[in-house]
């Protein structure tokens, strides 16, 4: 891995990181659709200025609407229905336990790209995915 785009990856873990400890105290008080909407403003705000001050607004433009559409569909699913579902998730239960098993995702994004995107199956995805289901089924069955 190129160092640029590990120190970014090793950037968005730390951010990343820190986001549900927010959520988690951000939830006090407020229904998970009340939350969602604090969180989805801010995002939005603070998107829209940068995307202004770095000029990407004629890009976005002339974009192809397939990609366009793709994104909308990626903000209903994830920075939606899934932040709902977490934010729900996270009114009933402790930051940990909710985290580990919502922080799996990237096991249904694998299982996508192979039967959508005809990504190949190879042994270290099997393996990674047998671990991942193992991890959720310890933290569903366990406390």
């Given at each position: 891995?190129?160092?640029t785009a ?7 873990f ?14 006090q ?8 909407t ?8 603070m998107?829209?200025?940068y995307?202004?001050?770095?000029g ?8 192809p ?12 699913f ?18 940990a336990?909710?985290?580990?098993i919502?922080?799996?995702?990237p ?18 995805k ?6 991942v289901?193992?991890?959720?089924v310890?933290?569903?069955?366990w406390?």
């Open positions: 891995m190129n160092p590990f120190l970014l990856a090793l950037t968005a730390v951010l990343w990181g820190m986001a549900p400890l927010f959520d988690k105290l951000g939830m008080g407020l229904s998970p659709l009340a939350g969602l604090v969180r989805a403003m801010a995002a939005a705000a998107v829209a200025v995307a202004t001050i770095a990407v607004w004629k890009e976005i433009a002339a974009a609407r397939a990609t366009v559409g793709y994104l909308v569909l990626s903000a209903a994830g920075a939606v229905l899934g932040q709902l579902a977490y934010y729900a998730a996270l009114k009933q239960e402790g930051l336990k909710v985290l580990l919502s922080a799996a995702y096991l249904m994004a694998v299982a996508l790209a192979i039967v959508f995107l005809k990504e190949d199956v190879t042994v270290p099997v393996a990674g995915a047998v671990l289901v193992t991890g959720m310890v933290i569903k069955g406390g």
